[in-house]
């Protein structure tokens, strides 16, 4: 069984870019989330989707955006990128119902210089 | 919101000895208690979770206790190898669309 597929796995990008990232979940998982993973801040939830809507939103400024194919795939996309917003990004996707435990990809690192 | 809080931050133990990674939650509502290993360069992976009608699970080496009385779980390593050092994250659940993780216990297993 295929695991969570992240695009890219490295990217550099300019102050007041935009980045775009992408997630392949493990076949037959409907639910995906994100998650931003700094040194300082551990992983903050950043949003989760399911059956292509967002289910829950964390507390990040509205230039964090998401959406969710009617594939599962889903992608994020950061717009005028700051210097604090380098980090690990990771997707995870998990089973249909309560109580399920996510599967994680390996996340996209992302610098902003 | 739900408040998770993970104690110690960092943890040192000798080969071979016992760990324990303490979660503390304060939603009543979660039902489902996991713990997540990070290795350097990796994402979380699960490796072991609990149901809240279940007290004690064990897999091998490794065991999570549930006190859902006193809001908190913890995660038991036994006859610790280098290759459990590793950052331990706990992530209490209600069943609902967002999961709040602790900030991460760093276990460092010196040989």
């Known amino acids: 069984k295929a695991g969570v597929t992240q695009t890219p796995r490295y990217l550099i990008k300019t102050r007041g870019q935009q980045v775009t990232l992408s997630c392949s979940p493990i076949s037959g998982h409907r639910s995906v989330s994100w998650y931003q993973q700094t040194p300082g801040q551990g992983l903050q939830f950043l949003f989760e989707y399911f059956s292509e809507t967002q289910r829950n939103k964390g507390n990040f400024p509205g230039r964090f955006s998401g959406r969710q194919f009617s594939n599962s795939r889903s992608e994020m996309n950061v717009s005028t990128l700051e210097l604090g917003d380098s980090a690990l990004y990771l997707c995870a996707s998990r089973g249909q119902g309560a109580a399920f435990g996510y599967t994680f990809g390996s996340g996209t690192r992302l610098t902003v210089v | ?111």
Do not use: M
């Not at chain 2, 931050?9 to 303490?22: C, N, Y």
């Not at chain 2, 979660?30 to 992976?45: A, H, T």
């Open chain 2, 1 to 111: 919101g739900e408040n998770v809080e993970q104690h110690p931050s960092t943890l040192s133990v000798q080969e071979g000895d016992s760990a324990v990674i303490k979660c503390t939650y304060s939603d009543s509502a979660s039902n489902y208690f996991p713990w997540y290993k990070q290795e350097l360069g990796k994402g979380p992976q699960l490796i072991i979770d609990i149901r809240s009608n279940v007290g004690e699970k064990k897999d091998q080496r490794i065991a999570v206790t549930l006190n859902k009385t006193a809001k908190h779980f913890s995660l038991h390593i036994t006859e610790t190898q280098p290759e459990d050092s590793a950052v331990y994250f706990c992530a209490p659940n209600t069943g609902g669309f967002k999961t709040i993780f602790g900030a991460g216990t760093r276990l460092f297993v010196k040989a």
